[in-house]
């Protein structure tokens, strides 16, 4: 199996705040999470009737679009990045899928990552 490669500045970070000595990671414009298993798993007795729902954590899905920095090396896909949702104060590895650069007319321009977490396979 390849191992991930992992170049140049591998943190994502909400908001400016605390960056008074220096921005060390990109700012996120927006970030829309998907879980893996969004419904519950109905588990069915003898008769076919459910009897019990159970609902999996079984990591997520997202769309991070972040403001592009030139001074900023960015990842690479298949690379590690290290991301905190604003939700939870656990910063978790996720593995970066694909990058997508945008530009817009007296905008900022912006890339969209395509990012992947799964709390049970350890990423390098």
Request: glycine share 10%.
């Amino acid at each position: 199996m390849p191992t991930a490669i992992i170049k140049g500045l591998t943190t994502i970070k909400w908001g400016t705040g605390g960056t008074s000595s220096g921005l060390a990671s990109a700012i996120i414009v927006r970030g829309a999470f998907t879980p893996k298993n969004g419904a519950p798993i109905d588990i069915e007795d003898g008769d076919g009737f459910s009897k019990a729902l159970v609902l999996l954590d079984d990591g997520f899905d997202a769309k991070v679009e972040c403001l592009y920095d030139s001074a900023i090396t960015w990842p690479v896909v298949g690379a590690t990045v290290a991301l905190k949702r604003p939700t939870t104060a656990t910063e978790v590895n996720c593995l970066l899928a694909s990058i997508e650069d945008s530009v817009e007319r007296k905008r900022e321009a912006t890339l969209s990552m395509s990012i992947h977490y799964r709390p049970g396979i350890a990423l390098a």
